[in-house]
């Protein structure tokens, strides 16, 4: 076959493939190309987005991957979960609390609440167990076989909580052969990340795998005042460990998954007065690596759990069972002010410049969670004989227990305990969920799913100390909200030639309601009702130029009812749960692979996502301290609040773009590579109303690796810099005090070795 001229193999061109699926000058082509991959053509992606594996050109939704030299690259640094950031369309992840705690968007929809207890719209499943908590969100990605994006509602078949989508992890598992690998990196600031799996067979049905990550980094940030308990800050020791258990016949796999996570570090630094009053700049003279405060900053997480998975394959049905057992330990402790002194207590800084600091009042606070323990079942029965119609049906039960325990710091007097309060929550849920998939023609395909879900909650908060005085307690106070909820959706998958499928989803989403209950500055507790998302969208998949290259272009309208959104006081540390009348939302996502050249090998992502709030007559406090606020403004109860109507969401910028390309040539033995990564995300809100110091300005991040692979791939040294630009900017605030921020992480670098046996 006569060979594609590499300008005919550009982005540009796969772009306009996607709008216009290709037939004529093509027909010959795609008749006469193979289903299973050749030299020079992109392997086929599996993924297990409905709970079977399937082609993921026939999932009627749209879904990204992470995989491989991808992930490597991408987390040769050390990095924790923050790294899938802007890696794929439409997805958003950030932490005011650092390592522990990540906060995920998808299309705009996240949750932005910093309480222990809050809830997300995104759905996390790792290793088919969903992670509800946002302290067990974080658990390392390491020895990962593949990451799923699942964008939209996921409500039929992975439930509560999922009405913007689902992120799934799935380990590399065990297997009948002898293998593993040891990858040792060591870069800037003493960073190590160690990674090493051991594949071990035991007999011709037993199999065991065992893997283990060890992350650490030297303190890169000083605080020079004497009067801190911290001096040196930023650095980390983050240790995490698998270890699974396989039994495998001609009827039976069980999986028993033995997982977790010892972390000790520091929480996030909030600086003081680093934002340019009336804009959104950093001040003159800021520096990464000055951090003068005079309050304390230690963080501390321990998890761990279990997954026990069963499946056992009769005539015509399968059975499944999944159990799951989770329990951590966490503790937060940082200076939210950011900064030394107060007016009431001077002298106070840090000042840049011509800049001088005014600090309100001192903020020091810590949030633990001493007691989490979350269960999971799972039972689900598919069909698997042949024929049009196939079937999943099953039943879901989730049970989890918490403790958040809240506590106030006098600076001014050694730091000492000087406010106390507690909440607990005892939540249940139980579903049972069906789906099906018919084959109407050799062409069509639909499919259709239908979930019921039951939601209860018991809580309670309590303080027994007041940071304002001493003797004054609140509480106990109590809600029990309960919700219950039918989530559906309908797909299609029309095949227009071997090569190209047309997809469409109409799908509805829920999340259960929600508490915001901690009263360690405040007197009551609000409650989130449940929101109902619905979403529509459709778009093409497409393999091109023989398999040379791929692409899915989606375009997708949602709509979300009762929006839980979290509301600041503006004055201190403190948040209240809201609903929305409405948001809305819609966009367009392209995610394509292509083999440019026997050398050459690129991807791009790129979505735009529109999000707009609808409530005439909704409004939240602005900014306690000093800033500029652009939002419409009225005077209620004495105070000013910002009218937020016809805001976008925030944390969730219009654009984000994702790019990679990969060069490779054989040198001697062994082949010789460079590969680089870049991502880009526009501007976006850093709370719901506006002003000019909390929207965060654009970014765009890189990545470079270059490395050399010999004898057959088995060994790997490369070399590794991310955010080799060194851009730094602030990227969130904290708005009840003196134009206090957060900043991306600055450049860094290293060697990487890996060893494959």
């Not at 409004?619 to 016809?646: D, E, H, K, Q, W």
């Amino acid at each position: 076959m006569k060979k594609t001229p590499l300008h005919h193999r550009t982005l540009l061109a796969l772009a306009v493939g996607a709008a216009f699926p290709l037939h004529g000058a093509w027909a010959e082509e795609a008749k006469a190309a193979e289903d299973k991959a050749q030299a020079g053509q992109l392997e086929t992606v599996i993924v297990t987005a409905q709970r079977r594996s399937e082609n993921i050109k026939d999932v009627p939704m749209a879904i990204s991957t992470m995989k491989g030299e991808k992930l490597d690259a991408v987390t040769a640094a050390g990095q924790d979960i923050r790294f899938m950031a802007g890696r794929t369309p439409s997805l958003n992840v950030e932490s005011d609390f650092g390592r522990t705690f990540p906060r995920f968007y998808i299309r705009g929809l996240g949750n932005t609440d910093f309480d222990l207890n809050a809830s997300q719209p995104v759905g996390l499943v790792y290793d088919d167990v969903v992670q509800e908590s946002p302290i067990l969100k974080g658990f390392p990605v390491f020895d990962v076989d593949q990451v799923e994006v699942l964008r939209g509602p996921q409500g039929t078949l992975f439930g509560r909580n999922s009405p913007a989508g689902v992120i799934k992890f799935d380990s590399t598992k065990p297997t009948s052969k002898l293998e593993g690998y040891g990858n040792f990196g060591f870069g800037k600031d003493s960073t190590i990340n160690a990674e090493a799996a051991l594949n071990l067979p035991l007999d011709k049905n037993w199999a065991m795998r065992v893997s283990v990550l060890d992350q650490h980094r030297g303190d890169r940030v000083h605080n020079p005042n004497p009067n801190s308990p911290v001096h040196d800050l930023e650095g980390y020791n983050d240790k995490a460990a698998r270890i699974q258990f396989q039994y495998k016949d001609d009827k039976l796999t069980a999986n028993l998954n033995l997982h977790g996570r010892d972390y000790k570090g520091n929480a996030t630094l909030f600086r003081a007065n680093i934002i340019k009053k009336g804009t959104n700049e950093l001040v003159d003279g800021f520096r990464y690596d000055y951090y003068p405060t005079d309050g304390g900053n230690v963080q501390t997480l321990q998890s761990h759990g279990a997954v026990l998975r069963l499946k056992y394959s009769l005539d015509d049905l399968t059975l499944h069972s999944i159990t799951g057992y989770d329990k951590a330990k966490y503790y937060s402790w940082g200076d939210v002010d950011g900064g030394f002194g107060a007016v009431y207590a001077p002298p106070m800084g840090p000042d840049y410049g011509s800049q001088k600091a005014v600090i309100p009042f001192d903020s020091q606070t810590a949030d633990g969670l001493p007691d989490l323990k979350q269960i999971t079942q799972e039972f689900r029965v598919e069909s698997n004989y042949a024929g049009p119609l196939q079937w999943i049906g099953g039943l879901y039960y989730f049970k989890e227990d918490i403790q958040v325990d809240s506590f106030n710091f006098w600076t001014f007097s050694g730091n000492k305990q000087h406010g106390y309060a507690v909440q607990h929550q005892h939540a249940k849920s139980w579903a049972a969920f069906a789906s099906l998939n018919y084959q109407v023609s050799p062409e069509l395909k639909v499919r259709a799913g239908i979930r019921y879900t039951d939601d209860k909650k018991d809580f309670d908060a309590i303080r027994t100390q007041n940071p304002f005085d001493d003797l004054k307690g609140v509480g106990p106070l109590t809600t029990h909200p309960r919700a219950n909820n039918t989530s559906w959706d309908l797909a299609a998958t029309y095949t227009l030639d071997k090569d190209t499928n047309l997809f469409t989803r109409l799908a509805t989403g829920y999340r259960a309601p929600s508490i915001q209950g901690r009263i360690l500055f405040g007197d009551t507790i609000s409650v989130a009702n449940s929101e109902h998302a619905t979403s529509f969208e459709a778009g093409v998949k497409q393999d091109l130029f023989n398999r040379r290259a791929r692409l899915t272009a989606a375009f997708f309208h949602y709509e979300v009812k009762d929006l839980q959104l979290t509301a600041g006081s503006g004055s201190v540390n403190q948040n209240r749960l809201v609903n929305a009348a409405k948001a809305i939302g819609q966009g367009v996502e392209l995610d394509a692979q292509a083999i440019l050249s026997d050398e050459l090998r690129a991807t791009i992502g790129a979505s735009y996502n529109d999000t707009e709030i609808r409530d005439p007559n909704l409004f939240v406090s602005p900014c306690g301290a000093p800033c500029t606020v652009t939002n419409p403004t009225r005077t209620v109860g004495g105070g000013t609040v910002a009218l937020i109507n016809g805001n976008p969401l925030p944390r969730a910028p219009k654009w984000t773009t994702n790019f990679t390309l990969r060069w490779s040539r054989n040198v001697g033995e062994g082949e010789l590579y460079a590969y680089t990564d870049w991502s880009y995300r526009s501007d976006y809100n850093m709370f719901l109303y506006e002003a000019k110091e909390y929207k965060a300005k654009s970014l765009l991040e890189g990545g470079l690796r270059v490395g050399y692979k010999w004898a057959d791939g088995k060994y790997e040294l490369a070399a590794y810099g991310r955010n080799i630009t060194n851009k730094v900017q602030v990227v969130a605030a904290i708005d009840f005090n003196n134009l206090t921020g957060i900043v991306n992480e600055p450049r860094t670098y290293g060697l990487q070795f890996k060893a494959n046996f």
